[in-house]
């Protein structure tokens, strides 16, 4: 199983940008889906994560601000990104919980990641 990610990049504050987030190989069904971040010198936190259903949690310093939404007939999350902030600057990651068979656990998947960065 991969996820592989695209849409990160430089931008200036206020503007937007869009992820997308697609898993590919051996999969039944995808779980929960969701995108973290890390920043320098900072740990990996939850930005935002959705069901297989569509309802979505966000941490509080993105509510409003960014929005999270799955394709699951495309096996794809997409994260789009507006008013940007200097502070949203982070490397983001693409989670799934994936179950590869129908009698196997889900288990955790990753993107590699990509970079975004807000100038101010």
């Known amino acids: 199983v991969q996820l592989v990610e695209s849409g990160g990049g430089l931008v200036q504050a206020g503007g937007s940008l869009r992820l997308s987030c697609t898993a590919s190989?051996?999969?039944?069904?995808?779980?929960?889906m969701g995108w973290y971040r890390q920043a320098p010198g900072k740990q990996r936190e939850l930005v935002t994560s959705?069901?297989?259903?569509?309802?979505?949690n966000y941490e509080d310093s993105v509510k409003g601000r960014f929005t999270i939404a799955r394709d699951n007939a495309k096996n794809t999350v997409y994260l789009q990104m507006d008013s940007l902030k200097p502070e949203d600057t982070a490397v983001y990651y693409c989670?799934?919980?994936?179950?590869?068979?129908?009698?196997?656990?889900?288990?955790?998947?990753w993107g590699q990641g990509t970079q975004v960065t807000v100038s101010s």
């Open positions: 190989g051996s999969i039944v069904r995808i779980h929960d």
């Open positions: 959705i069901t297989r259903s569509g309802s979505t």
């Open positions: 989670n799934a919980r994936i179950q590869r068979t129908l009698l196997s656990a889900p288990t955790d998947y």
